[in-house]
């Protein structure tokens, strides 16, 4: 074989038949015969053996040359020596044999200018790697490029990180486009390529194994489409899914975009970890200042943070504790940190399965998770990457990486889904139930997948699923009903005549009353804005919301109270003396606290202090007067509580030795749901109810009775309860000495409180 029929066979790459098998081998194997070809075309130069060097690099550095790869090189020399000659006499004869050549001349100073002036070139000089010439060249070259780039690395990744989101919301991401880019798009090649430079610069680390297996099959994937297209190209258009899944030795097209998708997920939730890792050490203090050994700051039973990640600290017991996993996911996502996926994976192959119905601690933490909004999604990705999502909730195998059949979806079914919940998130303050809202918007696709029509196929999966994670038969139901009829608020605004009284018939007969109705309305403008920006337009929102009011009139009703509390208790000798009795018992589904002391002013917001200085997450909780005496039922998140020491701090408080209220009041980070405060006039004739609703955190209540004392009014009765991440009290009011308030001590009553828990989150 003479040296032109050499070089076009290296230009080939000979290109393997379709549907023959590929494999790292075969980019080696065209790596191989390219630096032949090269190191030939150099000698031939007559190129110098010191001082100039050839040196591949990019993909060709890397040796993963697809079939229509560019040979990327540089003819690199030291200053002084000239040696534009022999670079025309090496790039002719690559250029005849029809090589598609991507070539420079530079000096060493030239090159490392270039690296400093361009994030990409620099990129690029990472994977330098010799072809011919001087190897003492090439080693000092690589060797001054890494070192360059380790040393400015704290400087130009931000710079890096920008070009990287800016790429991805240009492109889009290879697990959801309908015409990906294995290479640009988000989850693509480039995106491992961004991970190993990362990886390089000493500062972060990643799974360096999963980094490169994946990597490696993403490289198979472009070059089986290449081979398929027989043209360079890293876009997979929709009619190429099924030579390229026959390529790739994969059943059909369905399976190749599974295949395809899952890739670029894999990488997306690398990439997502490890810039959350360099975002993590940017901002980390000089080694200098630093402790010696990483600090954990405790965040919840067995779950702390440390350098940005949630892990479990040395109390957790992944065998013992079936909420462990729920609880350190929830952690993370509110606080919008790295679930550390060693932890994740660990706890999905240590932990303990949950008991079927769930405890009432994992429905909240599912709900607190779900309604941490964009902290959700990368949390998310975690699970499910380490495979703890299938093992708490196993129906969500049948819609991950589903396709949508709809045009308008711009995500995979699973992705939808959560964006779903991202968008329900900020919604939960409009709904009597947000607990139920956020559970209907994580439920509400599972039907797909099916030939029966989704919402109909989800709506007894749905039902399974609330009923095993413990929801009352009432909730229950109010979830079935919303994923059977998600649909039907946005369906129907579009379609019907409003003016037609059968409109809002049909309306009213399928939500049954106003709280699902609300629910229903909040679940339709979350799946619409989850879908698509244009699918929550001025307009369709505008015919949704007209035919919700309309409804709402019909039904015209609002959402039940709870009535005020008249349970009768057994009032301890202690008590009856003056003094306070506190008790503790413990079951299955936490620790319930009951408190009773002689009635006054203020009693009420003491008792809440008590918990809250101990920073006690409070579920739920009633109060109520029972002839002189004031008594309150807590049921709070904390396992092996001890009466005496409640009883201390209760006396503390009392005594005013603890000031409650500076260290309430500065205690909580900002509160991403403004507290709503609402007098409810039609609620109850023997006093005056005030309805609250507010971000969940230790001393809401203490904060709303400590206000409501200051002015002299007495709690008659109290109703506390967390729903997912927002507390909702109803506090039933009396003047210390009369009845009901006045319009005006209402009003005044409504702001204090709202004032108090404004200032608490930080607001203004």
């Known amino acids: 074989m003479g040296v032109s029929d050499r070089v076009g066979a290296a230009c080939a790459h000979r290109r393997p038949g379709r549907g023959s098998p590929l494999s790292a081998s075969d980019r080696t194997r065209r790596a191989d015969e390219a630096d032949a070809l090269c190191a030939e075309a150099y000698r031939d130069s007559g190129g110098p053996e010191s001082g100039a060097a050839l040196v591949a690099v990019g993909g060709y550095g890397r040796r993963e040359l697809a079939p229509y790869s560019d040979l990327d ?34 000096t060493m100073s030239e090159m490392v200018s270039a690296a400093d002036a361009d994030l990409k070139v620099a990129l690029g000089l990472l994977d330098v790697r010799h072809l011919a010439g001087d190897p003492h060249l090439t080693l000092r070259l690589r060797t001054t490029m890494l070192a360059s780039w380790r040393r400015t690395a704290k400087e130009r990744l931000p710079a890096l990180q920008a070009m990287v989101r800016a790429r991805h919301e240009s492109v889009g991401e290879v697990a959801h486009l309908s015409v990906p880019d294995i290479k640009e798009a988000e989850g693509g090649l480039r995106d491992a390529t961004v991970l190993k430079a990362l990886v390089a610069t000493w500062m972060v680390d990643v799974p360096h194994v999963e980094l490169e ?39 059909d097209a369905r399976e190749a975009q599974i295949h395809v998708r899952e890739l670029g997920r894999r990488i997306t939730h690398l990439s997502h970890l490890t810039w959350r890792r360099v975002d993590a050490a940017l901002a980390r203090p000089a080694p200098n200042q630093r402790a010696r050994r990483p600090e954990l700051t405790p965040l919840a039973p067995g779950v702390a943070l440390s350098n940005g990640e949630v892990v479990l600290d040395r109390s957790a017991r992944p065998a013992e504790d079936p909420v462990l996993l729920l609880r350190a996911a929830a952690a993370a996502a509110e606080h919008d940190v790295v679930l550390a996926p060693a932890t994740a994976a660990r706890l999905a192959r240590e932990g303990v399965p949950l008991p079927t119905p769930w405890p009432a601690e994992a429905r909240q933490l599912l709900v607190r998770l779900l309604a941490s909004g964009r902290g959700l999604l990368a949390v998310w990705e975690t ?83 609330a009923t095993r994670m413990g929801f009352a038969p009432d909730a229950v139901d109010l979830i079935a009903r919303l994923v059977r009829w998600h649909l039907v ?66 039904l015209d009703s609002g959402v039940a109270l709870p009535p005020i509390v008249t349970d009768d208790v057994q009032i301890p000798k202690e008590v009856r003396r003056g003094s306070a009795a506190i008790t503790v018992e413990h079951d299955e589904d936490g620790t319930r606290v009951t408190v009773i002391a002689p009635d006054r002013v203020g009693l009420l917001a003491d008792f809440a202090a008590m918990f809250a200085l101990q920073r006690i997450p409070v579920r739920a909780a009633r109060a109520w007067a029972q002839e002189q005496y004031g008594v309150s039922v ?15 701090r209760y006396e503390a408080v009392v005594a005013g030795r603890v000031e409650a209220s500076k260290r309430l009041r500065r205690a909580s980070a900002t509160d991403a749901l403004e507290p709503t405060v609402a007098v409810r006039p039609e609620a109850s004739q023997q006093a005056t109810v005030l309805e609250v609703r507010t971000g969940d955190r230790p001393g809401v209540v203490y904060l709303a009775c400590a206000a409501l004392a200051d002015l002299d009014i007495a709690v008659r009765s109290a109703h506390v309860d967390t729903l997912g991440p927002q507390a909702v009290d109803v506090f039933y009011l009396q003047e210390a000495h009369a009845g009901v308030l006045s319009d005006q001590r209402a009003a005044e009553a409504a702001h204090a409180v709202r004032a108090a828990l404004t200032a608490a989150a930080g607001g203004s």
Not at 228 to 243: K, L, V
Not at 408 to 414: L, M, P
Not at 424 to 434: E, F, G, K, Q, T
Not at 510 to 526: H, I, K, P, W
Request: glycine fraction near 6%.
């Open 383 to 465: 699970l499910e990457e380490t495979g703890a999502m299938s093992r708490a909730l196993p129906e969500w195998d049948r819609i991950r990486m589903l396709p949508h059949a709809s045009a308008i979806h711009r995500f995979t079914v699973d992705r939808h889904v959560v964006e779903t919940c991202i968008e329900a998130s900020a919604l939960i303050r409009h709904v009597a139930r947000p607990d139920v809202l956020m559970v209907a918007a994580l439920l509400h696709d599972i039907g797909k997948g099916s030939l029966t029509e989704h919402s109909v196929a989800g709506e007894p999966i749905a039902r399974e699923v």
């Open 213 to 251: 297996r994946v990597r490696l099959t993403m490289l198979d994937v472009r070059d089986a489409l290449q081979d398929t297209a027989g043209r360079p190209t890293d876009r997979i258009n929709p009619e190429q899914w099924s030579d390229l899944g026959h390529a790739l030795g994969l059943t």
């Open 73 to 106: 090189v540089v003819l690199v020399s030291d200053d002084g020596v000239d040696v534009r000659a022999v670079a025309e006499k090496v790039w002719y004869p690559l250029w005849d044999s029809g090589a598609r050549l991507d070539h420079s001349v530079r």
């Open 489 to 554: 608020l946005a369906e129907t605004a579009t379609t019907r005549d409003p003016d037609d009284p059968a409109t809002v018939e049909l309306i009213t007969d399928r939500v049954g009353s106003v709280e699902a109705l609300d629910l229903l309305l909040a679940l339709s403008e979350a799946d619409a804005k989850a879908a698509s920006p244009k699918a929550w337009s001025a307009w369709r929102s505008g015919l949704i919301n007209d035919l919700a009011r309309r409804a709402r009139a019909a």
């Open 634 to 648: 807590w049921e709070v998140g904390v396992p092996d509580l001890d009466a005496a020491v409640l009883r201390q």
